[in-house]
């Protein structure tokens, strides 16, 4: 009996060593960010048509953990996403966003969740790897799977990615897709100058991914002017690939150009935007933007919105482009030209934007206008951390979502929001 009492002893005198000697002060970061609002909208079709009329109540919430010791960073971030009142049987409401009186929400996501390290004895290297967050103004910007090193500076900023869009059958080898990224940001003063490369190889069969066989590849240039009260912020894409599968052939492009004013708390800014469609007519060919970005489909285009409508840039969750606008399925592109104007008096914030839009392509017989908007932000600092807005949003319908035929009916689309936003 003596040795298991002796050897017992000895082991929680070790583990009491070793515990002191390994002991180190590891900050913990703890955040959270989200909005809870309500909107009444009235959508771009008369509700003969289509029912885009109606109004709903939703709150989002973003909690955050970052473990560090400053030479390695563990982040781990959760969302959770709610409409107020049950929106279906009870049932189907245990995998929607209805939240109703005795309900069991389960809708957690994880929306981050990666360790990045630095290395010692080379000032400014990093690794990554997780999921964590990508971002490149038209092309693409969202949390995903991917492994990353960068080598970082006062003036240059140098990363290669490789991010994991489609795995399948980890057994198979014809469903997988995989995007190479080299990104490169010069920076000087407040400017910078960042040129990013995209090479997407998809094999026959993947789970996401147009260039089936094939090799696409994206072209990008972001640059930002900024002197004393004046600056430019510019940005433009190509891409180019093919569909080896339904012998299709992708050329898209987007263009960005906003030069701005500064005057004390007024900022002024004038914009062009510029995304290339397709009209349908070569069956060979795709030349949509929307269709050639990172996913093909209707949930990818250009990321750095502004109008509240056409671009679905309002304050919502994930019940988006409440008007049916078709930002995510506007295959036809789209030019839209205005000048926004903000401004900060104390705890008070506005933004006022007015633009014209039409598309780019269309079919035979359907109108290229889609008309003309006017959006207003209204915020309200309720503390450091908290702001309440109002929100609205107004078009005047053009001709272009009567369709080819002309006989979808139309009227002109709005909505009113207002909600508080928070992070801390």
């Known amino acids: 009996m003596k040795k298991p009492v002796i050897l017992i002893f000895l082991l929680g005198f070790i583990s009491a060593a070793s515990a002191q000697e390994i002991k180190y002060d590891i900050p913990l970061k703890v955040g959270v960010n989200g909005i ?26 973003k909690p955050f953990l970052t473990f560090t010791d400053g030479n390695i960073e563990a982040m781990l971030k959760i969302e959770y996403d709610a409409v107020f009142g049950k929106t279906g049987t009870a049932a189907d409401d245990t995998k929607s966003e209805g939240t109703g009186p005795g309900d069991d929400r389960k809708g957690l996501e994880v929306t981050q969740a990666y360790l990045k390290t630095k290395v010692d004895g080379i000032d400014g290297l990093t690794l990554t790897g997780g999921i964590a967050n990508f971002d490149f103004p038209l092309v693409w910007e969202d949390d995903a799977p991917l492994a990353n090193i960068a080598y970082s500076n006062d003036s240059l900023d140098f990363r290669l990615y490789y991010v994991k869009p489609s795995e399948g059958d980890r057994n198979k080898g014809d469903d997988d897709s995989q995007i190479y990224i080299a990104d490169l940001t010069l920076k000087y003063d407040q400017s910078s100058l960042r040129p990013v490369f995209f090479a997407y190889q998809c094999k026959e069969n993947p789970k996401m991914g147009q260039f089936r066989e094939s090799m696409g590849y994206i072209y990008g240039l972001s640059f930002n002017l900024a002197i004393e009260g004046f600056g430019l912020d510019t940005s433009g894409a190509y891409i180019n690939g093919k569909d080896k599968v339904l012998d299709v052939d992708y050329s898209a492009w987007a263009f960005d150009f906003a030069p701005y004013i500064k005057m004390n708390s007024i900022k002024g800014t004038g914009f062009l935007t510029m995304v290339s469609g397709d009209d349908d007519s070569t069956s060979g060919t795709n ?22 409508i056409i671009e679905d840039a309002g304050s919502f969750t994930t019940y988006r482009d409440v008007a049916d606008a078709g930002k995510y399925t506007n295959t036809n592109g789209y030019l839209a030209v205005g000048l926004s104007i903000d401004a900060t008096l104390g705890p008070l914030t506005a933004r006022l934007l007015g633009a014209y839009a039409q598309a780019i392509k269309t079919v035979s017989g359907r109108d290229k206008e889609m008309g003309y908007e006017a959006d207003l932000n209204i915020g309200y600092a309720l503390t450091r951390s908290s702001t309440f807005y109002v929100e609205g949003a ?20 709005q909505y009113i929001n207002f909600g508080m936003t928070y992070s801390l």
């Open 36 to 61: 809870i609002y309500s909107t009444m909208y009235q959508g771009v079709y008369k509700e003969e048509t289509k029912d885009t009329n109606g109004d709903y109540t939703a709150a989002r919430i």
């Open 287 to 308: 030349e949509s933007f929307l269709s050639a970005t990172i996913d093909g489909s209707a949930v990818s285009g250009i990321n750095n919105w502004r109008l509240y």
């Open 394 to 413: 107004f078009l005047v319908t053009g001709d272009y979502y009567e369709g080819a035929s002309g006989t979808d009916k139309t009227q002109y689309a």
